[in-house]
T-cell receptor
């Protein structure tokens, strides 16, 4: 099955810094999502981005489907950005999202 | 629109008992998926229901089962609970097409003692 790898596993930033999170996947996909898991465990949708580039405020994401990777950019990070970021992909005919192991981000004031 | 709701939010059970968790999808969504999250295994797919039929299934033992009702609400049941079943159980809701955003509920935290 599809393998999803996220890097780095952990990231510590000072408030105001920028960061890039990476998601590599091993096969073609028709669904790719980025999530932020809040301290209570809920997965908050950030982007649905099987290809192309999207932006939402300080966050943006790019997926290069032909090279099988996606990037999540966080600019001017804030302490509220802390938490775990997951990339999840879905291959055709399986119906299940395959999650990476996540990147744990800590933003220090 | 109201989001995905899950009940109960927290649950404590003892080994050998059974448990039923509920998930109400976003209005109009016909598909519900269930996931288990543990520190050791991460997020793993349990099963997916679409229009009252199980459409996909993950690699979990038969103690884990589910169903979906005509109003798209879904329940999952775990029988003969084991300590290793302690986890956060998340459900996701979407319209039914795989090329669309899946929205997650707040989860149910299950502790098995």
């Amino acid at each position: 099955g599809i393998q999803v790898e996220q890097s780095p596993p952990d990231l510590i930033l000072q408030e105001g810094a920028n960061s890039t999170l990476r998601c590599n996947f091993s096969d073609s996909v028709n669904n790719l999502q980025w999530f932020h898991q809040n301290p209570w465990g809920q997965l908050i949708n950030l982007f649905y981005i099987p290809s192309g580039t999207k932006q939402n405020g300080r966050l943006s994401a790019t997926t290069v489907a032909t090279e099988r990777y996606s990037l999540l950019y966080i600019s001017s990070s804030q302490t509220t950005d802390s938490g775990v970021y997951f990339c999840a992909v879905l291959s055709s005919n399986t119906g299940k999202l395959i999650f990476g192991q996540g990147t744990t981000l800590q933003v220090k004031p | 629109k109201a989001g995905v709701t899950q009940t109960p939010r927290y649950l404590i059970k003892t080994r050998g008992q059974q448990v039923t968790l509920s998930c109400s999808p976003i209005s109009g969504h016909r598909s519900v998926s269930w996931y288990q999250q543990t520190p050791g295994q991460g997020l793993q797919f349990l099963f997916e229901y679409f229009s009252e039929t199980q459409r996909n299934k993950g690699n979990f033992p038969g103690r884990f089962s589910g169903r979906q009702f005509s109003n798209s609400r879904s329940e999952m049941n775990v029988s003969t609970l084991e300590l290793g079943d302690s986890a956060l159980y998340l459900c996701a809701s979407f319209g039914g097409q795989f090329q669309e955003t899946q929205y997650f509920g707040p989860g149910t935290r299950l502790l098995v003692l």
